[in-house]
Structures are given as structure tokens and as C-alpha cells.
């Protein structure tokens, strides 16, 4: 279910933000999505804990950074050079970094219309 989550949120961000592209088949997309829970799961731990000092200097802000490092890493690796899944961003930083924003969002809100499966 949260694989479903996060796809859906990545469709979300493809489809409001002109910079970040997607181009191949629909499996593809899947994969991709795939690859963005591991780098959830994996790397964007380590990244919060390597930045731990900023963050709490930016009172949480830089969080948004540590999003489109870990997005950029998941378009780097869809990439025609590594994967060639179809997943493109145009720029680093805004197309990037507006991206994560939105796909946040859509998580959010998917998340919370999407049951979690707890039983009080």
C-alpha cells in the first residue's frame, strides 16, 4: 500500500510539475516508484542524519533540500545514462526541488485518504 502511495504521488509531481518528465512505459514508472520507496527507506535516513545541524539551524526547512537530493537521486538513477526508465527533471534545483515539494504533498494527502490498515 505505501508503494501505491508513493507511485501515486510521483504520478502527481510528473503531472503539476512542468521540470520533472516522465517518457517511458507504464511498468517503467512502476520501477521508478520502486526505486524512490528504497531511497526513501535507505538514503534519505543517512542524508537527515549527515545534515542533522542544518536542519535544526533552519528550524526544519533544509528537510525540503534533503527531499530533492533524494528525488534527484531517483531521476539520476531513471536516467538515460543508468537505467533509462523515463524519468527526467529539466534543473537541478527548481524543477527539482518544486517536484519534491508537491510529491510531499500528494503523499500527504494520499496518505491520509488511503486507509493504513491500523485497527484501533
Do not use: C, H, Y
Not at 542524519?49 to 536542519?55: K, Q
Amino acid at each position: 500500500l505505501t508503494f501505491l502511495v508513493t507511485a501515486a504521488s510521483l504520478w502527481v509531481g510528473v503531472w503539476i510539475v512542468d521540470g520533472l518528465t516522465f517518457t517511458g512505459e507504464w511498468w517503467q514508472f512502476l520501477i521508478a516508484a520502486a526505486i524512490m520507496g528504497i531511497a526513501n527507506a535507505i538514503v534519505k535516513p543517512i542524508l537527515r542524519f549527515l545534515s542533522l545541524p542544518l536542519i535544526v539551524l533552519t528550524l526544519g526547512l533544509f528537510l525540503l533540500v534533503v527531499n530533492a537530493l533524494v528525488l534527484q537521486f531517483v531521476v539520476w538513477l531513471s536516467g538515460p545514462n543508468v537505467l533509462d526508465l523515463g524519468l527526467a527533471s529539466e534543473g537541478f534545483f527548481w524543477s527539482t526541488f518544486l517536484a519534491a515539494i508537491v510529491i510531499t504533498i500528494a503523499g500527504w494527502i494520499i496518505g491520509a485518504i488511503v486507509p493504513d490498515g491500523d485497527k484501533d
